[in-house]
Structures are given as C-alpha cells and as structure tokens.
C-alpha cells in the first residue's frame, strides 16, 4: 500500500514562514490530484489548497489565499506547500494527500465530494510565540 511521507512542519512565531513536503515513494506524482489539508484540535479537517492535473488549476481555501502556495517538482516526485505569514490559527496537523485527479479542483478539497486514495502521515505545525 502506498502511503505518501510528509517531511517539514514544526514550531515557528506568529509571521514566519515553513515548507511542507510530500513524497510517494512507489508513486508517480505527475498526473496525481493532490491535496493539502489540516486539522486542528476539536475542529474536522479542512481542505485548503487542492491540485488538479487535469485542468491545470489549483485552489485555495479563503483562510490561505495570498499566504500559501502549492507546488509540484516531478523531477523529484514531490509536492510542497510553502506557508508564509503563519498564524497562531494556522495551528494544526496537516497531510498531504494523492489520487485520481478531476475537472472540478475545489471539489478535491471537500472531503465530502472526493475521496483521496493516498494519505500522508501527517506532520505538526505550530504557530506560537
């Protein structure tokens, strides 16, 4: 089974910035739909930056528009999620998921319309000062 491994994340002041990384070993990321997405304490996961290699179009959740960028290096087989301007209500865990990619990039992101066949491990991130 394939499962895809997140590497970043950590503890960074209300205004920094950190990269995620997402890899699939076993996994080829080109024509994948990925998506990025977090859960915080006692809230359900959000979707918040969705890619789709069908239509060739990336959307962001409003709470990270302007602040956070997807990225792909196929050279490398990995995605990022940089994240600039953190906010302590960026606190959360976030994952990276892969699967089919389809038309429709902002369904990616709602777990209630697309289901992801790959899941990462999860990585921490805390913004606090």
């Known amino acids: 089974q394939v499962q895809l491994v997140q590497s970043g994340g950590g503890l960074v002041q209300p205004g920094g910035s950190l990269t995620l990384s997402c890899t699939a070993p076993?996994?080829?990321?080109?024509?994948?739909?990925i998506g990025w997405f977090r859960q915080a304490p006692g809230k359900e996961r959000e979707g918040i930056t969705c890619?789709?290699?069908?239509?060739?179009?990336?959307y962001y959740a409003d709470p990270v528009k302007g602040r956070f960028t997807f990225s792909r290096d196929n050279a490398k087989n990995t995605v990022y999620l940089q994240m600039n301007s953190l906010k302590p209500e960026d606190t959360a865990i976030y994952y990276c998921?892969?699967?089919?990619?389809?038309?429709?990039?902002?369904?990616?992101?709602?777990?209630?319309?697309?289901?992801?066949?790959?899941w990462g491990q999860g990585t921490q991130v805390t913004v606090s000062s």
């Open positions: 998921a892969a699967g089919p990619s389809i038309n429709t990039v902002q369904a990616m992101c709602d777990n209630r319309r697309y289901e992801y066949h790959y």
């Open positions: 076993g996994l080829i990321l080109d024509y994948s739909g």
């Open positions: 890619d789709s290699t069908t239509d060739g179009s990336t």
